[in-house]
């Protein structure tokens, strides 16, 4: 059992950690399939170019170069000759110092190591618990596929769909299918922001839910979701993510 402590910023998890000997915060991010590194503060490593889709402020192309990372310290856990993607952040960092203005935003850490875990999410204490030994005593179980990114089963406007597990995802983000639904409430004439009345996660019910709708045809290329959700439905009770039985693990909000 690992506890990892966090500041939650923005509905971020940022865990403090060193890579290559240099100190900061990651991002704790199951929706990013690949750990990367902010290249403004690794100039020093180089890479073969590829291009990615960023998942952020709707889906957008970018580029990144993959490389090796020596060292990566996190709580007690040390990694060493990691595969990452290197890439420019400071877009991150920069939406971040509005709340934590030191903030040194060295990466995010993805699914690729996070998976290795069984990870308790409770954002009411300060640290995360992987490995875990206890689960909660009004629970239910969900199951979370893996393909590529963690998948549920999501209820949004009477429709059950698919949608990305996304640590690092404050809003969620619906697929064009979503588009001119008449359950969802524009927040204004010109936006894609949109209020869904009620979000159904197994028998947790979630109101007034903040979405984006967006063209998300690069992540669905990828993984077949129709949308992507996390924050808004994990923060209000404690979740484990257990990547070895592909459940989602989540306290019951309300008794039946």
């Given at each position: 059992?690992?506890?990892?402590?966090?500041?939650?910023?923005?509905?971020?998890?940022?865990?403090?950690?060193?890579?290559?000997?240099?100190?900061?915060?990651?991002?704790?991010?199951?929706?990013?399939?690949?750990?990367?590194?902010?290249?403004?503060?690794?100039?020093?490593?180089?890479?073969?170019?590829?291009?990615?889709?960023?998942?952020?402020?709707?889906?957008?192309?970018?580029?990144?170069?993959?490389?090796?990372?020596?060292?990566?310290?996190?709580?007690?856990?040390?990694?060493?000759?990691?595969?990452?993607?290197?890439?420019?952040?400071?877009?991150?960092?920069?939406?971040?110092?509005?709340?934590?203005?030191?903030?040194?935003?060295?990466?995010?850490?993805?699914?690729?190591?996070?998976?290795?875990?069984?990870?308790?999410?409770?954002?009411?204490?300060?640290?995360?618990?992987?490995?875990?030994?206890?689960?909660?005593?009004?629970?239910?179980?969900?199951?979370?596929?893996?393909?590529?990114?963690?998948?549920?089963?999501?209820?949004?406007?009477?429709?059950?769909?698919?949608?990305?597990?996304?640590?690092?995802?404050?809003?969620?983000?619906?697929?064009?299918s979503f588009q001119n639904d008449p359950q969802l409430i524009p927040v204004s004439s010109t936006s894609n922001i949109?209020?869904?009345?009620?979000?159904?996660?197994?028998?947790?019910?979630?109101?007034?839910?903040?979405?984006?709708?967006?063209?998300?045809?690069?992540i669905k290329n990828k993984v077949p979701v129709e949308g992507v959700i996390g924050y808004q439905v994990l923060s209000?009770?404690?979740?484990?993510?257990?990547?070895?039985?592909?459940?989602?693990?989540?306290?019951?909000?309300?008794?039946h």
């Amino acid at each position: 059992m690992f506890h990892v402590p966090y500041k939650l910023v923005a509905g971020i998890l940022l865990i403090p950690a060193t890579a290559n000997g240099k100190e900061g915060f990651f991002a704790f991010d199951t929706g990013a399939m690949q750990t990367a590194v902010n290249n403004a503060y690794f100039p020093e490593m180089q890479g073969k170019h590829i291009e990615i889709a960023k998942f952020s402020e709707g889906v957008k192309k970018n580029s990144a170069d993959e490389g090796i990372l020596d060292t990566l310290r996190f709580s007690n856990i040390e990694r060493s000759n990691m595969p990452v993607l290197i890439m420019n952040l400071m877009y991150v960092e920069k939406a971040l110092k509005t709340t934590m203005q030191d903030v040194k935003f060295l990466g995010t850490l993805g699914i690729d190591v996070i998976r290795n875990y069984t990870v308790l999410l409770d954002y009411e204490a300060t640290e995360i618990i992987l490995d875990p030994e206890y689960g909660f005593e009004n629970q239910m179980t969900i199951p979370m596929r893996y393909e590529k990114l963690p998948v549920i089963e999501v209820e949004v406007a009477n429709r059950t769909c698919d949608f990305v597990l996304d640590t690092g995802a404050n809003t969620c983000l619906l697929g064009q299918s979503f588009q001119n639904d008449p359950q969802l409430i524009p927040v204004s004439s010109t936006s894609n922001i949109v209020t869904v009345p009620v979000v159904r996660v197994g028998e947790n019910e979630y109101e007034s839910i903040t979405a984006a709708i967006s063209d998300i045809s690069a992540i669905k290329n990828k993984v077949p979701v129709e949308g992507v959700i996390g924050y808004q439905v994990l923060s209000p009770q404690r979740s484990i993510l257990d990547f070895k039985n592909h459940q989602l693990i989540m306290e019951k909000t309300r008794e039946h």
